[in-house]
């Protein structure tokens, strides 16, 4: 390629010269977002479910004592991990697990447990808000026909607050494909390092990363998109039938006015 070409010919040129390279670090970026959220959100919910396990005079002292030092070791882990940054999380576990425990982990095994560990701090504490933002009446209810915290839990308060936590979950998501990048710090092959390969073989940073950033949108924009419509079928349709009895008709509703039913 001659020094004298023009921006968009060395875009060009290096996007057929380097696409698979590219295409392969969004993959792996993809790949450790998608797990990392996925496991981080079954660390949060694990934990939101435990920090709300309700203490009343029923509760035994063994009980209470067990579920104190359990709250007070799952805060020292969220406050850890959501007061320091993740490439420095990377750098302490990459290296840390190899020097004390011999144990050399995979680079991208390793982004997905630092992923995981990190997204789990932030969904535990969305999760216990999710849950604490239901109505306690809900929980009176179901503790009064019987049902255990466990059932009350994964029939009735998990299904609408993980609802409710959704556009939240999706935010996580998106951070998660963007804070990829740091991974590079451990040599993980993803985008950004890729990225900086590709870059370093022409000397051309700008127009390299011009279409990183591209990717990164193309990614966060379609993800963003599908989460939104993943949001709107859990909603349900606009419209709802409600069968009636031998005395009252069926009728149709409509959502309106901020969530109220009208006919």
């Not at 010919?9 to 010269?17: G, S």
């Not at 591209?214 to 990614?219: E, F, G, K, N, R």
């Amino acid at each position: 390629m001659s020094a004298d070409a023009s921006f968009f010919q060395w875009v060009a040129f290096i996007w057929e010269q380097n696409w698979p390279l590219f295409l392969r670090g969004a993959g792996n970026t993809l790949l450790i977002a998608l797990t990392g959220t996925i496991i981080g959100f079954i660390i949060g919910i694990i934990i939101g479910v435990i920090r709300t396990i309700p203490v009343d005079h029923n509760t035994t002292t063994l009980k209470k004592g067990i579920l104190k030092v359990a709250d007070i070791l799952l805060l020292c882990y969220i406050e850890v991990f959501r007061g320091t940054p993740m490439m420095v999380q990377a750098v302490v576990i990459f290296y840390g697990v190899a020097m004390v425990y011999g144990i050399h982990l995979n680079p991208i095994s390793a982004g997905i447990v630092i992923v995981s560990i990190n997204t789990g701090a932030y969904m535990a504490e969305i999760v216990r808000g999710g849950i604490l933002s239901i109505d306690k009446g809900q929980f009176e209810a179901a503790h009064a026909i019987g049902m255990t915290h466990t059932q009350t839990m994964t029939s009735i308060i998990l299904p609408q607050a993980v609802r409710n936590i959704l556009p939240a979950t999706s935010n996580e998501f998106v951070i998660n494909i963007k804070d990829t990048c740091v991974l590079s710090v451990i040599s993980i092959t993803e985008l950004f390092f890729n990225s900086k390969s590709a870059a370093g073989a022409n000397f051309r940073y700008f127009e390299t990363f011009l279409i990183t950033c591209i990717i990164y949108l193309i990614m966060t924009s379609t993800v963003t998109r599908i989460l939104r419509w993943l949001e709107k079928k859990l909603d349900g349709p606009s419209v709802y039938t409600i069968h009636g009895s031998q005395t009252v008709p069926e009728a149709q509703f409509r959502i309106v006015d901020g969530g109220k039913l009208h006919g």
